[in-house]
């Protein structure tokens, strides 16, 4: 059985039709307005951390790299520090092997080979307090260091240096050398014969440290 054809009420039901679809695009409209206006939505947000991923990835496969590179040259230095030990140690006596001033505290157990220039003013600060003195007036006098390495015998002097924990620091080269020079010809008036005097000396160490590493 067929119903009647109304083509008012046709009408009536396709002009509903399109104001509900109308009112629909106006609030997806407004909605998306308003994350826009809120900074919640971003078309490229999807893809963001896949980037950031990517670039932290990169970050650490260079950093790396760089740590590779760092402990191949300290690997490096380290053996052609052994290398220039075995080659000189036994052309060495005692007094020549230990002359160079190294502190010792036996109560920790640390031994420390300091280089001037090279942050020995506050190590050596450290190490008078390990030992309960604060109150030396020049750092640099080997008299205020309760044990100093060449104060032992050879046999403690072995026992200490196979034992004992044991460290020392190096800077980069030129930044010493300009340190040293604004220490000892900027900042302080030395006399002239003093300056001879460091000259004379610098150039024999220069002399003997190019002798010690031609190979």
């Not at 001033?101 to 600060?125: G, H, M, T």
Request: hydrophobic share 40%; charged share 30%; with cysteine.
């Amino acid at each position: 059985m067929s119903l009647p054809f109304n083509s008012s009420t046709a009408v009536l039901h396709i002009r509903k039709v399109k104001i509900l679809g109308v009112i629909l695009l106006l609030l997806v409209t407004v909605y998306l307005i308003t994350l826009l206006l809120t900074n919640e939505w971003n078309p490229v947000k999807t893809t963001k951390p896949a980037v950031e991923y990517a670039e932290k990835q990169d970050k650490i496969e260079k950093d790396g790299h760089l740590l590779e590179r760092i402990e191949q040259r300290q690997t490096e230095r380290q053996q052609r520090l052994r290398d220039y030990c075995e080659k000189h140690a036994s052309s060495r006596n005692r007094s020549a092997r230990y002359n160079h001033p190294v502190i010792v505290n036996d109560e920790y157990k640390v031994i420390f080979c300091y280089i001037l220039k090279v942050a020995c003013s506050q190590w050596k600060r450290v190490f008078l307090a390990l030992d309960n003195r604060t109150d030396v007036d020049d750092l640099h006098k080997n008299k205020h260091y309760k044990f100093l390495l060449y104060d032992y015998s050879d046999e403690d002097i072995k026992v200490r240096l196979k034992s004992y924990f044991k460290f020392l620091f190096v800077r980069e080269p030129l930044e010493r050398l300009l340190s040293a020079y604004n220490n000892k010809f900027v900042n302080n008036k030395w006399s002239w014969r003093k300056i001879q005097s460091y000259k004379t000396k610098i150039l024999e160490s220069i002399l003997l440290l190019r002798s010690s590493f031609i190979m």
